[in-house]
């Protein structure tokens, strides 16, 4: 009875070591990759963008409003310049995000949205006016700016230029 159950014993142990090892061996295959790297604009970089926005708006004698989100949505730097209308922070927000979620500019989810090819920022309640840019870096999008007033787009992209010395681009496509 000793040897059958040191037989039984062995016997379950060689079966339960071949299947960690083969375990193991589907796991040496490559392995999925769980994390990602991103690249998160800073708050001094955010801040520098507002100011290079800024200095835009003045040069070209016009008051601006300005967001400022990361990849995630998150708002990161809002400004408004002396003389900006009381709802300005609110409708670059919200023009910051929409660029954020369509990936494009917001001048071009306009057209779309004008055009009637695709109503959907119009129920899910974005705001497709122009004036917002999505800030893409190495294909990566890493955050958008959005500009109430005058030439927003213009504004968001001087900023970006003069900010990320034009190494960042405007469009995820």
């Known amino acids: 009875m000793k040897k059958l159950l040191s037989i039984s014993g062995m016997v379950f142990g060689l079966t339960l ?4 090892q083969s375990h193991a061996q589907v796991r040496s295959e490559p392995a999925m990759q769980a ?3 991103i690249k998160v604009i800073s708050s ?7 100011d290079a926005c800024t200095a835009w708006a ?3 004698k016009q008051t601006v409003a300005m967001a400022i989100l990361d990849w995630g949505g998150n708002l990161i730097e809002s400004h408004a310049m002396e003389g900006a209308p009381m709802n300005a922070i609110d409708t670059a927000l919200l023009k910051a995000k929409s660029a954020l ?3 494009r500019p917001t ?6 949205v004008r055009s009637g090819e695709n109503l959907a920022p119009t129920f899910m309640h974005d ?8 800030i893409v870096v190495n294909g990566q999008v890493v955050g958008a700016m959005g500009v109430s007033g005058a030439d927003g787009e213009k504004c968001a992209q001087a900023a970006i230029d003069a900010v ?7 469009s995820a496509r």
């Open 44 to 50: 001094a970089g955010a801040r520098a963008l507002a």
């Open 35 to 37: 994390t990602r790297d």
């Open 164 to 170: 990320f010395k034009k190494q960042a681009t405007t």
């Open 101 to 103: 979620r369509w990936r």
């Open 107 to 112: 001048s071009e989810t306009n057209k779309m």
């Open 127 to 134: 705001f497709p006016q122009p004036g917002a840019l999505p």
């Open 17 to 20: 070591s071949s299947l960690v």
């Open 58 to 60: 003045e040069q070209n």
